[in-house]
């Protein structure tokens, strides 16, 4: 992982466009390929990233680049460009760097489930068809170079259908599954593989992303799959 501080305009182009003026900000570049801005507050939330397979390039401003940028305390000294393959852009207009530093960090053991969300996706293995009609499982736990999914499933056509499963539905949840998703589809054998985001509860935010993304969210009775239909057994 790559982290930088530095002064710096963001420019994004895709389907919507985005600008961040110069301000000091933390740029994160992680071994997985993505690029993620910060500010130096709104919790975790970044201000803007693009999420892998993208390429980041390194080059000189050119004449008209520096131009624009005239009148600042500083001249743009480098420009990052990221590229997603959706053809979207991101270009980080870097003045001046306060900090630059690299470290590995080595392979992560991946999130330990607590015991409500581990039993959530006991459950849902058991009964994948509470995610889709005709759903049947294929596996929990289907690996990625990446981490694992939580449940692969199939559809009644054979289509196969990644779930990741959360408590509390949030954005962060979407881009998770939307980083498997990017991967499973890369293999020919599984074709273009399905999304499906559950959860007790998904922020209206991460239903909003998840669509955009072509992700169904479902939300999920969890008291209804254990099967405790009324309220006195809720208590226990």
Request: with cysteine.
């Amino acid at each position: 992982m790559r982290l930088v501080i530095a002064r710096c305009q963001v420019d994004f182009a895709g389907a919507l466009t985005a600008h961040l003026p110069p301000a000091r900000r933390l740029i994160l570049v992680k071994a997985d390929g993505s690029v993620s801005i910060h500010a130096d507050g709104g919790a975790y939330k970044p201000l803007n990233w693009m999420t892998p397979p993208c390429t980041l390039t390194v080059r000189a401003p050119e004449a008209d680049e520096a131009a624009v940028t005239a009148d600042l305390d500083h001249e743009v000294r480098e420009v990052w460009e990221v590229k997603g393959k959706d053809g979207a852009t991101l270009q980080i207009s870097v003045f001046e760097v306060l900090h630059d530093t690299s470290h590995e960090l080595g392979v992560d053991p991946g999130l330990q489930k607590d015991g409500v969300e581990a039993h959530l996706q006991a459950l849902l293995a058991e009964h994948p068809e509470t995610l889709g009609d005709g759903l049947t499982l294929v596996r929990r736990e289907y690996p990625t170079a990446i981490g694992p999914v939580d449940l692969m499933c199939r559809t009644a056509g054979g289509a196969y259908v990644a779930v990741e499963i959360k408590r509390r539905g949030e954005i962060d949840g979407v881009e998770q599954l939307t980083r498997y998703l990017d991967l499973l589809r890369r293999d020919p054998l599984l074709g273009d593989v399905q999304g499906v985001f559950a959860a007790q509860l998904i922020k209206p935010q991460a239903k909003v992303l998840a669509a955009d993304r072509g992700i169904a969210c479902v939300t999920v009775d969890y008291d209804a799959l254990r099967g405790m239909d009324n309220a006195e057994d809720r208590l226990f």
